[in-house]
């Protein structure tokens, strides 16, 4: 055995020692590979949690003809949005006048819109624009619960189409996480009147638009 170790070179030993070392890294390697992946796991199973449970917005869409529609949509307690000068105003009360000035479905449309929470929590201070312009205060809405809007669109003078872009943006009750949802009306003048144009689904999916958080470090970044 003395002997068998005194025939060891250094250089047999310099390569034991190199295989040796090689197999140390590549274990830790592996090992922190293996680590990586499980963390890595163990945050997409969190995001999916969060996501699926989701708050999520529909809404129906029906064209008004008459004010007499409008009186039998009072006891929903439907909030009137309309356009006074145009700045856009908000309101829980019936703005008479402001109706007796809008020819139904000639000088612009008038829509019911009832928005429902159908997704897996609480969505949280809501933000609704049109244009880009706030309609309201911030509002939550509970899982199932509703809340109604009245939009007087006016046609634009001298133009055949106008658009109206509606967007939601919420939270939610288990994360920072801000989603998006985004649709637009367009009226469009035709022979005698107007029409209104929309997608067949109003509301399209929620869309994750960034996280509280992550915009709280890049405030604090600049």
């Known amino acids: 055995m003395l002997n068998l170790l005194c025939n060891i070179t250094a250089g047999d030993w310099l390569a ?4 040796l070392g090689g197999a140390l890294i590549g274990a ?7 680590v990586k992946t499980i963390k890595e796991g163990r945050k997409t199973d969190s995001e999916n949690r969060i996501i699926s449970a989701k708050p999520w917005l529909t809404a129906d869409i029906n064209l008004i003809n008459n004010e ?20 856009i105003v908000g309101s829980n009360i019936k703005p008479t006048y402001r109706l007796k000035q809008m020819r139904f479905n000639i000088d612009g449309c008038v829509v019911y819109i009832p928005i429902k929470n159908v997704g897996g929590n609480t969505a949280t201070s809501i933000e609704f624009t049109i244009n880009g312009h706030r309609t309201s205060p911030l509002f939550a809405l509970a899982v199932n619960d509703k809340v109604n809007f009245i939009l007087l669109l006016p046609k634009e003078t001298d133009q055949v189409s106008t658009l109206y872009e509606l967007n939601f943006t919420y939270g939610d009750v288990v994360s920072t996480i801000k989603y998006q949802q985004l649709s637009a009306l367009t009226v ?34 600049k």
């Open 68 to 87: 007499s529609e409008i009186d039998e949509l009072l006891p929903q307690k439907p909030k009137f949005i309309y356009f006074d000068d145009g700045e």
């Open 16 to 19: 034991f020692g190199g295989a």
């Open 28 to 34: 830790l390697i592996t090992c922190w590979s293996v």
């Open 188 to 221: 469009n003048e035709y022979e005698g009147g107007t029409t209104l144009a929309h997608n067949v689904v109003l509301l399209p999916p929620p869309e994750k638009i960034e996280s509280l958080e992550s915009k709280n470090k890049e405030t604090c970044n």
